[in-house]
C-alpha cells in the first residue's frame, strides 16, 4: 500500500511544477539541444529543480532519477521519477498536450503516477490498489473488443526506428482510427476512455514510469511489447491498451 503522505508528496510536487511551465508557456523562452538532440528549456530545469527541492526537504533518504538533473540514490527503496515537461516540443511550438510526469517506484515497481497538464488544469492520479482519478474524480478505460473497433494513438514516427517501424505501421493498419501525437496525454485519454490504445517505442523511464499506475489504475493493460510489466530495466516499448482483447490482438501484430 502507498503511503497517503507519498500521494500528497506527489501532488505537491505537480502543484510546484505546473506555475513554472505555465509561465513560461507561449513565451520567447531559450532552447537547448541535449546530446541527444532534444529540446529543454528553462521551464524544465526549474520546474524538475523545485520538484527536487520538495524532494530533498520531505523524504531526503528517497531517490530521484530526474530528465534534467540526473538521477541520485536509485538503489534506495522508494526512487522518485521526474519528467518536468514530457513533451518539450509540444511546449516550445505552443501546443497544451505536454505534461509533467511525476512517478513513485518502489523497489524498482512503478506504485504512483501523476500526468498533470499545467495549461489546461487537468490531473491524472494513479495509486497502486486504488481507482485512478481525473481532477479528483474516478475514471476507467472503456470496453473494445477487436482491433478494428480501436482508436490508437503514438507520439511520432522518430519512436520506431529500425525492427520497430513495420510491426507498428502493420498495427496502425488494422485500427479504426490511429493519430500521430500526444505526448504523455495521450494515455491520460486512455485511462478517462476516451481512446483505446497508445503505442510507442524508445521510451526512457522517465517517460513511462508515472503511466504504469495510471493507466492500470482505470482497469487498463500497460506493458511493454512482448506483454512483459514495465520497470526500471524495461526495453523502452509500451502498450497501453482499455481492453484486454486488443492487447493481446495487438501483441500478436507487434511480434511480426
Not at 546530446?35 to 530533498?56: F, K, Q
Not at 540526473?70 to 509540444?90: C, F, H, S
Request: aromatic fraction near 8%; charged fraction near 20%; glycine fraction near 10%.
Amino acid at each position: 500500500m502507498v503511503e497517503p503522505r507519498f500521494v500528497q508528496l506527489a501532488n505537491a510536487l505537480a502543484d510546484a511544477a505546473r506555475p513554472i511551465a505555465a509561465r513560461y508557456f507561449r513565451t520567447p523562452v531559450a532552447i537547448d539541444d541535449k546530446t541527444d538532440n532534444s529540446p529543454v528549456t528553462i521551464a524544465d530545469r526549474e520546474a524538475e529543480t523545485a520538484m527536487r527541492e520538495l524532494l530533498t526537504k520531505h523524504v531526503p533518504d528517497h531517490g530521484v532519477f530526474g530528465e534534467e538533473h540526473g538521477a541520485v540514490r536509485t538503489d534506495a527503496e522508494y526512487v522518485w521519477v521526474l519528467d518536468p515537461i514530457d513533451g518539450t516540443k509540444a511546449f516550445i511550438t505552443g501546443l497544451p498536450i505536454f505534461g509533467t510526469l511525476i512517478a513513485l517506484l518502489h523497489r524498482g515497481k512503478p506504485v504512483l503516477g501523476i500526468i498533470d497538464q499545467p495549461i489546461l488544469k487537468e490531473r491524472w492520479l494513479g495509486v497502486e490498489g486504488q481507482r485512478s482519478t481525473f481532477n479528483g474524480q474516478p475514471i476507467s478505460v472503456r470496453a473494445c473488443d477487436a482491433l478494428a473497433k480501436a482508436y490508437m494513438y503514438s507520439t511520432a514516427p522518430i519512436m520506431f526506428p529500425g525492427a520497430y517501424e513495420k510491426p507498428h505501421e502493420a498495427l496502425t493498419r488494422q485500427v479504426k482510427l490511429f493519430r500521430w501525437g500526444g505526448d504523455c496525454y495521450a494515455y491520460g485519454l486512455l485511462a478517462s476512455g476516451h481512446v483505446d490504445m497508445v503505442v510507442e517505442a524508445s521510451l526512457k523511464l522517465y517517460d513511462y514510469a508515472a503511466l504504469v499506475a495510471v493507466i492500470k489504475g482505470a482497469g487498463g493493460l500497460i506493458t511493454d511489447w512482448r506483454g512483459k510489466e514495465l520497470d526500471m530495466q524495461s526495453d523502452g516499448s509500451v502498450l497501453a491498451a482499455g481492453d484486454p482483447a486488443i492487447h493481446r490482438a495487438a501483441m500478436g501484430v507487434l511480434a511480426g
